[in-house]
């Protein structure tokens, strides 16, 4: 679906995706051509060093190929000077069209280049250990992917590489604190098992911070929040050795969301904040660990609303920005200080008035082998009891590795009741049920 087919394909996808770059003084206005672009290139992607002295860019290739999408095609990576026109080719890596079939293969060659944040001009990339078949032995060490680092004093030759750090699983992502804490994580998909780890800066062994299942929405633990920091570099914001965790908050009674502040010391986390709980909501002394003070929280402080952090307004976690609606309120943002009342920003109305009085149920149910699942139920506004409705069932199945998983409660029964331009949601508002 959607591959090339021809020739003519070809060529509108060539025309499509050539551009040059521009580099423009914020200042003046004035812009210029970066010669290395000049009369245009088939760019995937750039990015600016810390530094502002180089920029690294992701070049499609040619041939191209019908039996891969565009990101398997072949790409050259370089690293383009910023002062002259200068270019280091880094990596040619040809289309990816023999990666191995198995759960967790992965390419063959270095992949997911990027410039560290924390250093002038030190660029990052993964390479598989076990020539990317999870089929195959690890390494020595009982690793499948190992991230290294290459500078410009080397002219970001991979031959001059240097190790981080080696993973037992692949690679997921990694980021960093300002001070260059490393927060990693791996994961391994046959078995939905995701591992993340702290590596301290000059360190050689990290520490494991998360060992669990990425499919058990119960006990996620939320991911780092950032902030823009030195140089525009985007960091975990880190304060006093705590960083905040945010997290969709899953549960019996719905989605939570939440904000943790987290010790890397203790590895122990503080909830700081979390979505108001509903007017009724059944909960007990055992929901008590996951709110605010471990308390279970009064009926006056309870509302039918689904609320989220947006992000963080200061480094000590003293004020966020939030959103807050309900099922009849669309989504308005709120700042939320500490020991204050939120106070409102944005207005914005209902976009889509035709759905008003369109009732939102979420129902529990029990499958004939006895999976327990959830589902949305979207009820007409003249809809009452005992009337019958023709019925529309819009489901989309996945998989998961336990029954409990997939039992588990998905969403907020509260969240606005919207439309996108192909949800069956409209025929709600012509007196269907939607399920």
């Known amino acids: 679906q959607d591959l090339l087919k021809n020739s003519f394909d070809e060529a509108k996808f060539e025309y499509f995706t050539t551009v040059e770059v521009l580099v423009v003084d914020l200042a003046s206005a004035a812009a210029r051509v970066l010669p290395q672009s000049a009369g245009g290139v088939m760019l995937r992607g750039?990015?600016?060093?810390?530094?502002?002295?180089?920029?690294?860019?992701?070049?499609?290739?040619?041939?191209?190929?019908?039996?891969?999408?565009?990101?398997?095609?072949?790409?050259?990576?370089?690293?383009?000077?910023?002062?002259?026109?200068?270019?280091?080719?880094?990596?040619?890596?040809?289309?990816?069209?023999?990666?191995?079939?198995?759960?967790?293969?992965?390419?063959?060659?270095?992949?997911?280049?990027?410039?560290?944040?924390?250093?002038?001009?030190e660029l990052m990339f993964v390479e598989a250990l076990d020539g990317g078949d999870f089929k195959n032995d690890p390494d020595e060490d009982g690793c499948r992917d190992g991230i290294y680092l290459t500078s410009a004093k080397d002219s970001f030759s991979?031959?001059?590489?240097?190790?981080?750090?080696?993973?037992?699983?692949?690679?997921?992502?990694?980021?960093?604190?300002?001070?260059?804490?490393?927060?990693?994580?791996?994961?391994?998909?046959?078995?939905?098992?995701?591992?993340?780890?702290?590596?301290?800066?000059?360190?050689?062994e990290k520490r494991l911070v998360f060992d669990r299942s990425f499919e058990d929405r119960y006990t996620d633990p939320g991911v780092p929040m950032a902030m823009l920091g030195k140089n525009?570099?985007?960091?975990?914001?880190?304060?006093?050795?705590?960083?905040?965790?945010?997290?969709?908050?899953?549960?019996?009674?719905?989605?939570?969301?939440?904000?943790?502040?987290?010790?890397?010391d203790t590895l122990k986390s503080e909830r700081i904040w979390r979505c108001v709980a509903g007017t009724d909501f059944e909960m007990d002394e055992a929901d008590a660990a996951a709110e605010v003070g471990g308390r279970i929280p009064a009926a006056d402080e309870r509302l039918d609303e689904f609320q989220a952090v947006v992000c963080l307004l200061d480094t000590r976690g003293d004020q966020f920005l939030i959103s807050r609606q309900s099922k009849v309120d669309a989504p308005n943002f709120y700042i939320l200080s500490q020991g204050e009342p939120p106070r409102q920003i944005t207005f914005f109305e209902h976009p889509q008035p035709e759905l008003l009085g369109v009732q939102k149920e979420l129902v529990r149910y029990k499958r004939a082998d006895g999976v327990e699942l959830t589902a949305n139920l979207y009820l007409p506004k003249d809809w009452k009891e005992g009337d019958k409705r023709p019925c529309l069932m819009w489901a989309y199945p996945r998989e998961y590795k336990s029954a409990e998983a997939a039992g588990q409660v998905k969403g907020s029964k509260f969240s606005f009741i919207k439309a996108y331009w192909g949800s069956p949601l409209f025929w709600a508002a012509k007196g269907w049920v939607i399920m």
């Open 46 to 121: 750039v990015q600016v060093s810390p530094d502002g002295a180089y920029c690294l860019a992701t070049v499609t290739t040619k041939p191209f190929s019908y039996a891969v999408p565009v990101g398997k095609f072949g790409k050259r990576v370089e690293v383009w000077s910023m002062r002259s026109d200068d270019v280091n080719v880094v990596a040619e890596l040809p289309v990816n069209d023999d990666q191995p079939i198995t759960f967790d293969s992965a390419p063959l060659g270095p992949r997911n280049f990027a410039f560290h944040p924390c250093m002038d001009s």
């Open 232 to 264: 525009g570099q985007s960091f975990i914001v880190c304060n006093d050795r705590c960083i905040f965790m945010r997290g969709g908050g899953a549960s019996k009674h719905g989605s939570r969301p939440f904000v943790d502040k987290f010790n890397l």
């Open 158 to 204: 991979l031959s001059s590489r240097r190790s981080l750090t080696k993973l037992e699983l692949r690679f997921a992502g990694i980021s960093f604190t300002e001070s260059g804490i490393a927060w990693i994580e791996e994961f391994r998909w046959d078995d939905r098992k995701e591992k993340t780890w702290l590596l301290e800066p000059g360190q050689s």
